[in-house]
């Protein structure tokens, strides 16, 4: 289980952070770069950028994470954050 935390960190290095962890999937999965692009969609060359800088479009990270069937943690993204204030509570009740 990876230990990576996003407390404290730039957004560069939380990009970085998310790449490591898709290129770990990817690894344990024992898929290439090349089969993954094949399976995702998202192009080589698209995939080594990330996979080297951490830079890849929302869709493009949607992709890889359907391909490597981990949607459900994109889905857990942003969930349950909770309410800093009751006026957070009053202002989101008129939505």
Known sequence: MNTFSFRQRTPKEIDKLIAARIRDIRKRKKLSQEK?????????????????????SLNSLAKLAIALSCENELERLFEDIPFESIQEIIDGQDK
Do not use: Q
């Open 36 to 56: 993954l692009s094949k399976k995702s969609g998202v192009s080589l060359g698209s995939l080594k950028r990330f996979e080297n800088s951490g830079e890849i």
